[in-house]
């Protein structure tokens, strides 16, 4: 069964850092894009950054470009997203995700989320 757990989320002052993890598992992990995506009270969810299989290449969305860092350790199957300062407006709860192709059509599939409060 797949399962994607996000850990890492709390409160934080606005210029501070914080590292969130996720753990993957039930499928082959280093096969697959990973994402990272958040929805803050009232707004739709956004994707904040992308990283390819191996690593190779990642994306991010402009609001974050600079401050945040995605990167990911297939040997423990495991994506990380390094948020540096930090912003009021980052304040969200964040989702790993990624898309399987399940019986010809792609599928996304969602941790449950960890909390990122931004707060002076």
């Known amino acids: 069964q797949l399962q994607l757990v996000e850990s890492g989320g709390g409160l934080v002052q606005p210029g501070g850092s914080l590292r969130l993890s996720c753990a993957a598992s039930?499928?082959?992990?280093?096969?697959?894009?990973m994402n990272w995506y958040r929805q803050a009270p009232g707004k739709e969810r956004e994707v904040v950054a992308t990283?390819?299989?191996?690593?190779?290449?990642?994306n991010y969305a402009d609001s974050v470009k600079g401050r945040f860092t995605i990167s990911r350790d297939n040997a423990k199957n495991t994506v990380y997203l390094q948020m540096n300062s930090l912003k009021l407006e980052d304040t969200a709860v964040y989702y790993c995700?990624?898309?399987?192709?399940?019986?010809?059509?792609?599928?996304?599939?969602w941790g449950q989320g960890t909390q990122v409060t931004v707060s002076s």
């Open positions: 995700n990624t898309r399987l192709i399940n019986w010809g059509t792609w599928v996304d599939y």
């Open positions: 039930g499928f082959t992990f280093s096969s697959y894009t």
């Open positions: 990283i390819t299989s191996a690593g190779g290449l990642t």
